[in-house]
């Protein structure tokens, strides 16, 4: 279960990152500007931090367990 977490954790921290390096084959393949390739991953990194800021209360108020098996749901 541990590895799991782990493995999950790791696939959306690297979300964040991984866009850069594909910018331009976004702008070519979906043919729109470099700006908007690029608000992928702004739009990414802030619900991350606001999911951060909404389930970190809820877990403490109800159970990590509780709120991690819900995000799986």
Same mark, same amino acid.
């Given at each position: 279960?541990?590895f799991?977490?782990?493995?999950?954790?790791?696939v959306?921290?690297?979300?964040v990152?991984?866009?850069?390096?594909?910018?331009?084959?976004?702008?070519?393949? =979906?043919?729109?500007?470099?700006q908007?390739?690029s608000?992928?991953?702004?739009?990414?990194?802030?619900?991350?931090?606001?999911g =951060?800021?909404? =389930?970190?209360?809820?877990?403490?108020?109800?159970?990590?367990?509780?709120?991690?098996?819900?995000?799986?749901?």
């Open positions: 279960m541990n799991l977490l782990f493995w999950c954790a790791l959306v921290v690297s979300a990152y991984i866009v850069i390096p594909i910018t331009d084959t976004l702008t070519s393949y =979906f043919t729109i500007s470099a908007k390739a608000w992928i991953s702004s739009i990414f990194s802030v619900f991350y931090a606001f =951060f800021l909404v =389930f970190a209360p809820l877990s403490q108020k109800y159970g990590k367990k509780q709120i991690i098996v819900i995000g799986f749901l």
